[in-house]
């Protein structure tokens, strides 16, 4: 065979020779040097040689004229600018990958954190991992968990083929594909089980790693036997606000202060009054004094038109429930789908509870409003304001509005306080009688802080209005303030994608359909028709 006949060709050997070299460099700068972008590199220098040598052996006058051709000309051009294009996009994703900066678009900030899981990953002081018992990885959920590791790196995930490493499912307790655990030493918890329909959720995943780092659950009691909300999901109550305190690491139980003599219970971090509607015995009332004096936390949601027996324990503490419903002209309410007795807040007090909810919406129907005595020793924070637009009618027996020919007090009104003052005996139980001996105290110790929040309105938690606006961020807030737990996460919780769908009524359905598939194409054909015999 006569080789010198295709000696020629194999200069242009370098063309793709540059390519390959170009292609392996940045795969190989970019990511790891794999197998296949050290093969592309030396290929290419290997076909780089080769063109080399077959130009120098064809001799110099090939070579003068092979570089005087019109086409090798073009050919040359062409592939230059194609290097340089592949050189600034080889550029453009090396800066990218060193220097990675998102951006999020989305109206609810979809894509960021929220700040309580970044408060959480920062105070996290061991490594966590999350298993995932999925061998197909979810984008979605892949691009959650690295958000997280950028946040924290020492938080690793993985994905887990529970059939290929049954004993790993083993260790975690597996009990159906799809589940997602957290770990941290030797301690593991379940977070979910994730599926096509199931993302990982956010706001799970942060509160299992919270749990992770904590010793000790707070225990909330609801007081039982007023009428409060039930929290056994039996009927409409508070169902919500218990799943998503159960959830962000609480034990929450129910508390009748009948059954317990009027004892307080010794582990009780917060107690929770949440729409009464009879007055607490003189002795139920002395019980939660007493707690409070020894440093407890309470959290009294009032209604209005109700005679609860607490006048004297407010007014301890500079707080006042006036017997009127707020008003709220602004047009707020209908913002939310509810009229003018529902009044939208978007003013709040500076304070851990609120600090981190800006000027986001809540909102509370039929709320009272509450007014404020300076007294001495009581550190007295507005939590919640309502709109300028708004004033206080007075309320009947029977729930209705009265008519009231005086002026009515113009806004804005407080609908919620917090409050807090210095305990006046250390943190022992609350009826001493009852509590072991006790070890000494630290000075810091000696004196804890009592706290007590105060809103003039329970249905902004209820079960249908607590997943709204930011009303179960008010409540979950003040909770964990009333927690006095310092890894207690005080921000606006992970969100969730709005639903933007439309739903109509039957009419509206019609009317649509009837504009559609008739007006339209009518008035089209009829200014279609009025054209063709104008023109005529």
Known sequence: MNFKRYQGYLTYFVWPGITLTTAGLVAGLLANWTVLSVTLFWLGLAMIAVSLAASLTWGKHFLEGFWQRRSTQASTNATLSVLSVLVILGLTNFLGAQYDTRIDLTEGQLFTLAPASRTVLEALDSPARVVIFDPRPNPADQQLLNSYRRVNPDLIY?????????????????????????????RQLLVQRVSPEEPLSERLLTNKLSQLAQTELPKAYMLQGHGEYRIDGTEAG?????????????QVEPLNLADTENNIPQD?????????????????VNAIRRYLETGGSLMALIDPNVETGLDALFADWGIELADQVVIDTSGGGQLVGLGPAAPLVTTYGDHPITQALDNGRSF???????????????????????????HAQPISETGELEADDSPSPEGPFILGVALSRAAEAPNEAPNAESAPESSELNPSEARPEARLVIIGNSSFAADGYFNRQLNG?????????????????????PKQA???????????????????????????????????????
């Open 364 to 390: 509370y129907p039929l709320a009272r409003p509450l007014r404020m005595q300076p007294v001495e020793g009581v550190s007295q924070t507005p939590l919640l304001l309502t709109a300028p637009q708004s």
């Open 473 to 493: 961020d008010v409540f979950l807030n003040a909770m964990g303030w009333l927690s006095k737990t310092d890894r207690q996460t005080l921000s606006i919780r």
């Open 498 to 536: 709005t639903d933007r769908r439309i739903v109509m009524t039957v009419e509206q359905q019609i009317l649509l359909t009837v504009l559609v598939l008739v007006v339209l194409p009518l008035a089209g054909l009829s200014a279609a028709g009025a054209t063709w015999a104008r023109r005529r």
């Open 268 to 284: 009780a971090a917060i107690l929770v009054l949440a729409r009464p509607q009879q007055a607490l015995f003189d002795s139920e």
């Open 158 to 186: 993985e994905y887990v083929d529970p059939i290929a490493r049954p004993r790993l499912a083993q260790e975690f307790g597996l009990q159906a594909p799809g589940e997602v655990y957290v770990q941290a030493g030797e």
């Open 238 to 250: 508070l169902s919500e606000a218990v799943t998503r305190l159960e959830e962000e690491n609480y």
